[in-house]
């Protein structure tokens, strides 16, 4: 059913908004880190980031770290709007339209956005195909000098929607888990094939530590480097968005560390070639 009156959209948002809070609210979080300060909410968070994620694990990021100055790109297809509304609600910027095919002004909005704030793509979204990265975030890091951050989430044998992402619904007093990547710079200025071979890689890598992280939620085993998370507000994201962040690493010694390799993604890197000139 399609919602486009204003009273409806904004009905279903305050009960989805209420629904999320009080669901998610029950959950068990723990993530692993592969550098702490990328994470908004610590206090040695230094310069934007872009967040990327499956668009079927949506609703864990959405719930845990509203309030910390991250925008959302969502399309400006109708069926964004509820979406839209409740990201709001729940402490997120939002972009609506495209960073690729017909989005020159998403992507100034971005670009703008991001001297003084975080961002967060769904690269795989609205439409699917299920976790195919769209080129679009690639893009954006290698237009803006911006770092990806690749997070892997999943949740204890959660229930599934039939829809093209098969959306996750965790059960009630579940365990929900994230395996979150160190900061990847994309170099500047990549022609095609460059961003092709980074689309590539950063599809693989997200795809690893989103297994890994569902592989971690069934079996209820310690992971070392594992910490508890809350859903709290940054206190620093607003001001040190804007500061110079670390130089971040390369997609291939992004993959080295977690055990992908480069090989698998049809992509050769050469770690290098990411790091800015002297």
């Known amino acids: 059913m399609k919602l486009k009156s204003p009273f ?26 592969g550098d702490p300060e990328t994470d908004p909410v610590n206090p040695g968070y230094r310069g934007s980031k872009i967040y990327v994620f499956w668009h079927e694990n949506i609703l864990m990021p959405l719930y845990l770290r509203g309030h910390s100055n991250i925008s959302m790109l969502l399309s400006r297809h109708w069926d ?14 939002v972009v609506r339209g ?14 703008e956005r991001a001297k003084e704030e975080n961002l ?8 699917g195909p299920r976790r195919r990265l769209a080129p679009g975030c690639v893009f954006l890091a290698s237009t803006l000098g911006i770092p990806i951050v690749a997070m892997g989430m999943g949740y204890d044998r959660p229930w599934r929607v039939g829809t093209w992402d098969r959306f996750a619904i965790p059960r009630p007093w579940s365990r929900a888990r994230g395996i979150v990547s160190r900061a990847i710079i994309v170099p500047p200025g990549l ?19 989103s297994n890994e992280a569902e592989a971690w939620a069934m079996a209820g085993t310690r992971r070392e480097g594992q910490r508890p998370v809350r859903k709290e507000p940054s206190r620093v994201a607003a001001r040190m968005a804007v500061c110079q962040g670390p130089a971040g690493v390369s997609l291939d010694t992004e993959m080295e560390r977690v055990g992908v390799s480069a090989a698998k993604a049809g992509a050769s890197f ?9």
């Open 80 to 93: 964004a709007n509820i979406l839209d509304r409740v990201a709001r609600m729940m402490g997120f910027g």
């Open 8 to 33: 409806a959209i904004g009905a279903w948002s305050l009960a989805s908004t209420a629904a999320i809070r009080q669901w998610m609210g029950t959950l068990d979080y723990q993530v692993d880190f």
């Open 120 to 127: 967060t793509i769904t690269p795989d979204g609205p439409r």
């Open 270 to 278: 050469d770690p290098q070639a990411a790091c800015p000139a002297a």
């Open 98 to 111: 495209s960073t690729f095919h017909g989005g020159s002004s998403a992507l100034r909005e971005l670009a």
């Open 191 to 209: 022609d095609r094939d460059g961003i092709e071979r980074h689309r590539a890689g950063i599809e693989q890598l997200l795809s690893h530590l």
